[in-house]
C-alpha cells in the first residue's frame, strides 16, 4: 500500500522536510468542459445568470455536477449604529447574540420507523432579508419597542474578495462540469452546449458564453485519426491485392478491413 510505504519512508526524511501526503485522484471525476459566464455587468447580474445556468445544467440527465469558481457568496451586511444601541441601552454582544439564538436548526427528536432512526428538526433559519430586518431585539411588557432595522443599516452584499476570475478580460464566473461515470463525453458535452445557448437567448448581450478544455474536441480528432487511418489503410491494400490478385480480390479484401475494427 502506498500510504504505508509513505509512512515507512518518513523517518528516512530530512527533519526540515514537509510532511508528505497521499491523496487519491479519481479521473472519472474531472471536468469535462469549462463554461464562463463573462461580462462588464454588476456583480450580482453576472450571478443570478451564473445561478440560472447552473440550476439548467445540474438538470441534465448525464451532468453529475457543475462547480461555480469566481464567484462571491452573497451576504448580508449589519453596519450598527452605536447611538442607536446607546438610546436602547443595548450592547453589541446583545445584537449578535439575538441573531444567533434566531438562526439555527431546533432539535425536535427522533423518528423510528422501518427504514431506520432519522433525527427530526426545526428550521429556525433566515429565509429572506426581511426576516432580519424585523427582528425584535427588545421588548417591554411583551411589546415590541425595537427591531433589527431599528439599530442597524442592513444591505446585501458580497464576502469580502479572495480570488479573482477574468475571461478574455471581463469578469468571469466559470462553471467545472463534471459527467457522470459511464456517460458519453462526446454528448454530454453537447447537450451542456444546446442548454447554455437556450438560456443565454434571454439574457443581456453584454453578458457573453464561452467555452474552454473541451475534452470532446479530444475524443473528436482521436476518431478522426482513427478514420483516416483505416480509409487509408483500405485504399494501400486494396492498390496491392488489386496489383497482385486482381480486382475482385481487392474489394473483398477492401471491405473486410473496416468489419475487423
Known sequence: DVRDKVDDAKAELPDDAKEPSV????????????????GDV????LYNRARDLQEALEGIPSVLEARLTGQRDEVLEVIVDQKALETYNLSTAELYSVVTRNNMLIAAG?????????????????????????????????????????????????????AFALFNGRPAITFE??????????????????????????????????????????????LQSLQDA???????????????????????????????F
Open 23 to 38: 491523496n487519491e485522484i479519481n479521473f472519472s471525476l474531472q471536468p469535462t468542459i469549462l463554461v464562463a459566464v463573462s
Open 42 to 45: 454588476p456583480e450580482r447580474t
Open 110 to 162: 427522533a423518528h423510528h420507523g422501518e427504514a431506520g432512526k432519522f433525527s427530526v428538526k426545526i428550521p429556525g433559519l433566515f429565509q429572506k432579508p426581511e426576516d432580519v430586518f424585523s427582528l425584535p431585539i427588545k421588548s417591554v411588557n411583551g411589546t415590541v419597542v425595537a427591531t433589527q432595522k431599528d439599530v442597524a443599516e442592513i444591505r446585501r452584499t458580497f464576502q469580502d474578495r479572495e
Open 177 to 222: 462540469v463534471v459527467k457522470r461515470k459511464g456517460t458519453n463525453i462526446i454528448e454530454n458535452n453537447d447537450e451542456v452546449k444546446r442548454v447554455t445557448e437556450e438560456l443565454e437567448k434571454g439574457w443581456p448581450e453584454a453578458i457573453h458564453i464561452s467555452y474552454a478544455l473541451d475534452q470532446s474536441h479530444v475524443i473528436k480528432d482521436v
Open 230 to 260: 483505416v480509409l487509408l489503410a483500405i485504399v494501400l491494400v486494396m492498390v496491392l491485392v488489386v496489383a497482385a490478385l486482381g480486382v475482385r480480390g481487392g474489394i473483398l479484401v477492401g471491405i473486410s478491413i473496416p468489419t475487423s
